[in-house]
């Protein structure tokens, strides 16, 4: 009759106990050196990148706020008329306060301000290059998937093919694309719209290898050609969640636009450039304000619509 300890543990179970906690002594060990050779590489890569920085980040740190201290409207209501080009009192002639000179006339008096039009491009920029970068993504996720293409060699292109396209930083490519279209929104919608294609046809083709294959095991077995499989059999299923990912994506896209707008690709990244450059407060926070007013409202509208197609049921507790 085996004999318990103290414990309430035979000599077979203590030899057991003892031997799981020399295993999380040793888990723990590990993870305590872990976690100190990561925070020495950080701070090999802080000096490092210290070092690198031509300001000395650590010495001129004191002053991270001397820059918002200094760089201020003459009174807050300019930020309001450069937002809406309205005249200021305080002209002179300069381009600092030429508001009204950016208007872009509709119809008679009737204008839309100089940075509400230069949103509304980079938007449209945006929208038209997740609209381009979907549909392609859509069509050749299926070839990268190894749940419905048996092809090696096929699956390989593609996603290779998805690897190199966003590969490259969009402003990179942007900065390659206009010297060759020229200045202007039409580099910015190739650059946006290939790396979209890269980024949303990886996550397309995850998420086709993670789909339910029984309605495809169903429609080989009556006969259903590859075309009908993706059409009837995965198509209902993963398209939720290939409208959610495109919603995302045309957030970070908004974002991307702005970004390249500072290489010429049009837009209010170029104005924003311009106007912190000449170091013009007011159109800068101007400008500042309606981009955080644009991500905020893209993003609620995202959320609405993908409550609207994926079911409410789904955001809900418990649901």
């Not at 491009?121 to 859509?138: E, H, K, P, Q």
């Not at 719209?193 to 077995?221: I, Q, S, W, Y």
């Amino acid at each position: 009759m085996a004999t318990l300890d103290q414990g309430g543990l035979t000599d077979a179970g203590r030899v057991v106990h003892d031997h799981y906690r020399a295993l999380v002594r040793t888990r723990r060990v590990y993870t305590i050196l872990s976690l100190a050779a990561l925070l020495a590489v950080l701070l090999g890569a802080l000096w490092f990148a210290n070092a690198a920085n031509s300001g000395k980040f650590f010495e001129r740190l004191p002053y991270f706020f001397d820059f918002f201290i200094h760089f201020q409207p003459d009174d807050a209501m300019e930020i309001v008329r450069a937002l809406f080009d309205l005249p200021s009192p305080h002209a002179d002639g300069s381009f600092k306060y030429d508001y009204e000179v950016g208007r872009v006339y509709l119809i008679g008096d009737l204008y839309l301000p100089e940075y509400f039009y230069q949103m509304l491009v980079t938007i449209n920029i945006a929208v038209v290059s997740t609209l381009m970068g979907f549909v392609l993504a859509f069509g050749l996720c299926f070839f990268a998937a190894s749940n419905i293409t048996g092809s090696r060699l096929v699956r390989f292109a593609a996603r290779r093919g998805f690897e190199v396209l966003r590969a490259f930083p969009e402003i990179v490519v942007a900065g390659m694309l206009v010297a060759i279209l020229s200045i202007g929104p039409i580099a910015a919608i190739a650059a946006v719209a290939l790396h979209t294609v890269g980024a949303l046809g990886k996550l397309f083709f995850e998420v086709v290898e993670n789909a339910d294959m029984k309605p495809d095991e169903g429609l080989r077995a009556v006969g259903g050609s590859w075309l009908e499989r993706v059409r009837y059999g995965l198509v209902p299923q993963v398209m939720p969640n290939f409208i959610s990912y495109a919603l995302l994506r045309t957030e970070i896209n908004v974002r991307a636009s702005t970004i390249i707008g500072a290489v010429g690709s049009g837009g209010i990244g170029e104005v924003f450039r311009l106007s912190i450059g000449r170091d013009h407060a007011a159109k800068t926070y101007a400008i500042i304000i309606l981009l955080f007013v644009t991500v905020v409202s893209i993003d609620w509208l995202s959320g609405y619509l993908r409550k609207r197609l994926v079911g409410q049921s789904a955001f809900q507790f418990g649901g």
